[in-house]
Every structure is written in C-alpha cells, then in structure tokens.
C-alpha cells in the first residue's frame, strides 16, 4: 500500500523565519493535498497539487509537487503564530486513486 | 457552496453501547465520502470510503461498520463500543474532479 512519510516530524520556528515541510511517497504521486489542522478541530484544505512541477500559493504557503522525486514540499515564508499547527499531506492511492492516503503530520510551533 | 456537517462535535459513550455518527455534504452530487479516525499523535487512519450509494469499502477490519444510504451522507456505526474505539472520527468529501476534498469539523468519541 502506498505510504506518506512527512518531515520533519515538528519543527519549532522563530516568527518571521521561513519553513519547508517535505511529503514523500513510497509510490508514484497523481496528485497531492496539502491541509492545516489545528488540535481537536477538522482539516482546512490548502491546495492540492495535480501535475508535475506545479506550484501554488495559499496567502504566504506555496506547496510545489515533484513527480520524478515523489515528493511535495510546502513552504512557509515570514512565519506568523496564525501558522501553528500540523500540516498533513494526502493522496490518491497508486492502483486505487479512490483511497486517500494521508501522511503522518508535521507539527509546527511558531514562537515569538 | 460545498459544505459537510458532521456532528455530533463530541460524545462520551459506555463500553457496549452502540454508535451512530452520521456525515452529510451539501452542494455537490456522487462525492466520494470518506471515514477516518485520528489517534493521539497526528496520523489519519482510513476506517471506509465509499464511491457510491451502498458501496462501501472497508480498509481496517474491526468493531466499526459503514452505510451510504444516500448520495450525500455517510453513516459509521457500532453495535458495542470497545474503549479501543476512542478517537478523533472524521467524515471528508471529495468532489468528481478530485482537485479538492474537504474535511468536516470532527467527533471526538470517548469510550467509558
């Protein structure tokens, strides 16, 4: 089955300090979601990233996919305490694009 | 506008007590639907997902079942609670283009 391996596990920034939190597949990628959660609440959706080297911007997220490598990277510029949270990647299964898979989480603490 | 209602937001439940969560979506027509649970930690384990009405498909075997009665909503159930089934249950949606897929808020269930 395929599998999401997200790092780093949490990561703790100084605000106003740039960030990248990588998602790796063990299997080819068709696409990929990017979510924010903060603790006890739903998942809000990024983006979702669809073809190689695509990039795309939320506010100040950008979320580029990689096919050849696997991989998607989000990338966090001027962090703000707003940007608190777990990031989890998710994406359609290789063989079963019906399942979604999700990764395990970064955790992200932006202190002052 | 898309919107998922998922509730209740929280539930505390005995130990052989049956379960019902239900997950409706609004705006969109033959989503594919979603169960998930979300333990201590970060990671999001697929419990069932469904493509269709009445086509469930069940990715970890255990105490918990799924129905899809009607194209917008999703019901998880139990007949007897185990405290193993404790977590953080989520409901999500994906639309036919797959280029979003939406989270609702979340249940967080506590076997007693």
């Known amino acids: 089955s395929q599998e999401l391996e997200q790092s780093p596990q949490s990561l703790i920034v100084q605000e106003g300090k740039n960030l990248t939190i990588n998602c790796t597949s063990s299997?080819?990628?068709?696409?990929l979601y990017w979510y924010k959660q903060k603790y006890g609440e739903g998942l809000i959706f990024l983006m979702m990233?669809?073809?190689?080297?695509e990039e795309k911007s939320h506010e100040k997220i950008t979320a580029k996919l990689d096919e050849k490598k696997q991989q998607s990277s989000l990338h966090i510029t001027a962090s703000q305490p707003s940007h608190a949270g777990i990031y989890l990647c998710?994406?359609?299964?290789?063989?079963?694009?019906?399942?979604?898979?999700f990764g395990t989480g970064t955790r992200l603490q932006v202190t002052l | 506008s898309q919107t998922i209602h998922q509730w209740p937001a929280t539930l505390v439940q005995p130990v052989g007590s049956p379960l019902s969560l239900e997950c409706t979506v609004e705006?969109?027509?033959?989503?594919?639907l979603y169960w998930y649970r979300q333990a201590a930690g970060r990671g999001l384990q697929l419990l069932f997902y469904?493509?269709?009405?009445?086509?469930i498909s069940s990715e970890v075997p255990q105490n918990l079942s799924a129905s899809r009665p009607q194209d917008r909503q999703f019901i998880l159930s139990s007949k007897k609670l185990l405290l193993s089934d404790s977590g953080f249950y989520l409901c999500?949606?994906?639309?036919?283009?797959?280029?979003?897929?939406?989270f609702g808020q979340g249940t967080r269930l506590t076997v007693v």
């Open positions: 999500a949606w994906r639309g036919a283009a797959w280029t979003e897929a939406f």
């Open positions: 299997k080819t990628l068709y696409g």
């Open positions: 990233l669809q073809k190689g080297g």
């Open positions: 998710g994406a359609p299964n290789t063989g079963t694009a019906s399942k979604l898979t």
């Open positions: 705006g969109t027509s033959n989503p594919n």
């Open positions: 469904s493509v269709g009405i009445g086509q």
